[in-house]
């Protein structure tokens, strides 16, 4: 058995949750994941306490090449019990070769009720099997934000600008904001080999704001092709913004090439090169050393169309746990995710969002995770990352390539011909 200190939350919990909990004594179940240090130590604390309350034994193993090695181990029939996917396309791949092992109804039916826009959580993680049945087969744990913008309260307040709750006053304030003689936006794709792809979250986050969460899900399986009119103005909605010199900083032909990395840095100069950023939840690593969040730097959900009555998607990411290796300590622990007290562990020690409703969100690190917590927890739809669940050649190819030409002022339907003949040579 391992030994951790726990924190007072899971003593807590432990106290709280021994009565009830099955009696897996003498149980060993094997984990395999992409953690590796620090995130790695957390989970096994997660672990330590399911170890406390059912007497089994966990035994975590994380690798960086863990989507090879999960493959290759279950080819072999070497496979373990429980395996944490970083994104659903590998687990819904490994479902159609008969790889995984559905969860237990119950499961299912307990996401829906508990976790902030339920249903899709479950259809995320509901693939079909060898016979093209579907299934619900994974518990998503630990979640990752990319419909936020990012700006300056400092400098929204010395403007006189108000945070936008809806994407028409974000457009009228980006209008605003130009008419004052100001750069409204700050947008850079540049990425290395992967320059691009900052612009398939725009792209995603503009479909999921325009077209029905059904018309996103068909457009990531190519059922509704990549050129189809509906996809060509979430495109054109993006190059709103983009495609603008006086909207974006340095100009519409600066976007291509300006890093990443460097885009949001003009928010804290002297004075601001643009007002906004729109980028996922990492970002603040790149911002000025000695940034305080919540006073030189905060955000807002980046909203939703009010004319458009599609409640509050939110796009971002998540790893979720699959059994791969069936037994009832396998089944126990994915139950087991369902507890307050597993969530509540990762909160305190930073790096985590959940959609649990039920979490303490007092036990967050800080007030920035929190608000971000409050934005996963407000929402009626989520949905993954597209790029990521397109084949590699598009979702990692020909979409980023796309939207570097794009930004450059190719046409957006002749952009989007040619990455749905890029889909097409891959069939």
């Not at 106290?15 to 149980?27: F, N």
């Not at 804290?268 to 950023?277: A, L, V, W």
Request: hydrophobic share 40%; with cysteine.
């Amino acid at each position: 058995m391992k030994t951790y200190l726990l924190t007072g939350a899971a003593v807590a919990a432990l106290s709280i949750g021994a009565a009830s909990a099955q009696d897996l004594s003498g149980q060993v179940i094997t984990v395999a994941g992409p953690w590796l240090s620090p995130e790695s130590e957390t989970i096994a604390k997660i672990f330590d306490i399911f170890e406390e309350k059912t007497g089994a034994e966990v035994k975590y193993v994380g690798s960086d090449s863990f989507e090879q090695q999960i493959v290759i181990d279950a080819e072999a029939g070497s496979a373990p019990n429980v395996a944490v996917f970083p994104q659903p396309g590998l687990a819904a791949d490994m479902a159609s070769r008969g790889f995984l092992t559905p969860l237990k109804p119950e499961v299912g039916e307990w996401v829906k009720e508990n976790y902030a826009a339920g249903q899709s959580w479950v259809d995320l993680a509901t693939f079909a099997d060898k016979e093209g049945a579907d299934h619900h087969y994974g518990m998503f744990f630990r979640a990752d934000l990319k419909s936020l913008v990012w700006y300056s309260p400092e400098t929204f307040e010395d403007g006189g600008y108000a945070v936008p709750t809806t994407m028409e006053e974000l457009k009228a304030l980006t209008e605003e904001i130009t008419a004052n003689g100001e750069t409204p936006w700050c947008i850079g794709l540049g990425s290395g080999a992967a320059t691009g792809w900052p612009a398939t979250d725009w792209v995603e986050d503009l479909m999921l704001r325009t077209q029905s969460p059904a018309d996103y899900d068909a457009w990531v399986a190519n059922d509704l092709k990549f050129n189809d009119p509906k996809v060509v103005a979430a495109i054109e909605d993006f190059g709103w913004f983009a495609r603008n010199d006086a909207y974006v900083a340095g100009g519409a032909g600066a976007v291509a090439t300006t890093d990443f990395r460097d885009s949001p840095k003009g928010l804290f100069d002297s004075p601001p090169q643009c007002y906004m950023h729109r980028q996922a939840s990492f970002i603040p690593a790149f911002f000025p050393e000695g940034t305080e969040m919540g006073v030189d730097a905060d955000f807002f959900y980046f909203p939703a169309y009010a004319e458009k009555d599609l409640g509050k998607p939110v796009l971002g990411a998540g790893t979720l746990f699959a059994i791969t290796n069936e037994s009832e300590g396998a089944h126990a622990l994915i139950e087991f995710l369902e507890d307050p007290a597993a969530h509540e562990l990762w909160m305190a020690e930073g790096g985590f969002l959940t959609p649990h409703k039920g979490v303490d969100t007092s036990k967050f690190s800080s007030d920035t995770a929190r608000a971000m917590n409050d934005i996963l927890l407000n929402a009626t739809t989520f949905r993954f990352d597209g790029s990521d669940l397109m084949p590699g050649g598009v979702g990692a190819g020909s979409f980023w390539t796309g939207m570097v030409d794009y930004t450059g002022g190719k046409d957006a339907q002749a952009v989007a011909d040619e990455i749905q003949s890029s889909w097409d040579a891959l069939k």
